[in-house]
């Protein structure tokens, strides 16, 4: 008989979060570089998103062809697994191609383009393409399906409660994260509350979502807006995040003040118990959480920046590889070279709002007016990313940060005109 799994108590849950998002860190400081890059499955002719059915078939037909470990939840496939790369299916069918972290910037791109070459081949002959775009462009979020793992179910019953486009958010949108190395809770809390305070300027770079349901939504970035308007608990920035001083304690509280969508069913192997109604707070005061509960807690959480024993920027609709690629130099060059990053803390300080309203502000307008949108400061995003990309211009390709190139900024300096 196995053991019962320890319980956490209220005394416990600060430092049990602590240790799962900061205990461990993944590569102890080497500074990796990673991505994870999801694009929508559209009709070549009319843009309309492929059927979840079509979906499901792709992901089968490339497990069998890449000769991958299969990923499953009970009796459904939801990814792959290939030695230097994952791949998985989100909830609407959108395909994500995960690359292991690498060392360069040349690494990346490589594991990417012997993806895309199986992909492609498996998509020849039918009418379905990939498409680097933010949110399905055409096709109603009610007409989109649900990949049918229980996880998905229970978000997409009880998040709507908090957040209107919560369905569109599981079902439309895709974007590619950005995964950096942190060294110690110093290190951590800088690059969190420098990436948050970004968090803008980074999100009109990569803006790509402008048609929704077949018209033009009036946003340069819909995604961002969805994202905005889902479960207001879990998404957005987490008070306290945007000073160094705080951002740690500030992500901790963020987290335990969030309501439990799920937590370990004890009678099902891999089952879940649905929850919706309680915090973490209230479900550790009840006596009823565990370890494995509180990891799986902290993967429902969607903050812009999220912290996982490495740093991961999520605020970024798809955009085509080589402006991804670009964007993970850039992001890089600012977080990993200290003379960049001091400069960019700094111009940070251009970013600060004064209040939660006027934060919700400009990331509305960022989303709707991309690198036009003025930051508090009064310059505009475009003014302020110009000057991010001379900050890692000058350190990228030095003996200290050899993981890319200035030549690698090309595509968001092509973005900036």
């Known amino acids: 008989m196995m053991p019962l799994p320890t319980v956490v108590t209220l005394d416990q849950l600060s430092e049990t979060i602590h240790r799962l998002i900061l205990g461990n860190p993944m590569s102890k400081g080497r500074k990796l570089l990673g991505i994870e890059y999801e694009r929508l499955l559209l009709d070549r002719s009319t843009r309309e998103s492929a059927p979840l059915e079509f979906c499901r078939d792709l992901l089968a037909r490339l ?26 299916m989100e909830p609407g069918g959108q395909l994500e191609v995960a690359c292991a972290p690498v060392s360069k910037l040349a690494e990346a791109e490589s594991i990417m383009q012997r993806v895309d070459a199986v992909i492609e081949s498996q998509l020849d002959g039918t009418p379905y393409e990939l498409a680097c775009l933010g949110h399905a462009p ?35 949108t895709a974007g590619f994260q950005l995964t950096y190395d942190i060294e110690s809770d110093a290190d ?106 509180v990891d799986l807690h902290l993967t429902s959480l969607f903050p812009f920046v999220r912290l996982r024993n490495y740093i991961e920027v999520r605020c970024l609709d798809s955009v085509e590889w080589s402006l991804a690629r670009s964007m993970l130099a850039l992001i890089s060059g600012i977080v990993y070279c200290p003379a960049a990053s001091a400069k960019a803390m700094k111009l940070s300080d251009e970013l600060l709002p004064a209040s939660a309203e006027e934060l919700r502000d400009l990331h509305l307008a960022t989303a709707k007016d991309a690198l036009d949108a003025t930051a508090p400061s009064g310059r505009t995003l475009r003014e302020l990313a110009r000057e991010l990309v001379g900050f890692a211009n000058a350190t990228l390709g030095g003996a200290t940060c050899d993981w890319a190139e200035p030549s690698d900024l090309d595509e968001v300096r092509a973005r900036l005109g």
């Open 63 to 88: 497990c069998k062809a890449l000769d991958a470990d299969p990923m499953v939840d009970g009796d459904v496939l939801k990814g792959l697994r290939a030695g230097e790369f994952e791949m998985s």
């Open 188 to 293: 951590a809390a800088s690059k969190l509350a420098l990436l948050y305070r970004l968090s803008p300027v980074f999100v009109a770079l990569a803006a790509n979502s402008r048609e929704v349901a077949g018209k033009d939504s009036g946003y340069a970035s819909y995604r961002h807006l969805v994202w905005w308007e889902t479960d207001f608990m879990r998404s957005g920035v987490p008070e306290g995040c945007l000073d160094p001083a705080t951002a740690i304690d500030g992500y901790i509280r963020y987290a335990r003040e969030a309501t439990v969508l799920f937590r370990n069913d004890p009678e099902r192997a891999g089952g879940l118990l649905a929850d919706g109604q309680h915090t973490l707070e209230e479900v550790c005061t009840a006596g009823e959480l565990t370890e494995a509960d």
């Open 138 to 172: 055409v096709t109603p979020v009610e007409d989109l399906g649900l990949l049918p793992r229980e996880r998905y179910q229970i978000m997409d019953r009880l998040m709507p409660a908090r957040g209107p486009l919560t369905r569109n958010m599981m079902r439309a």
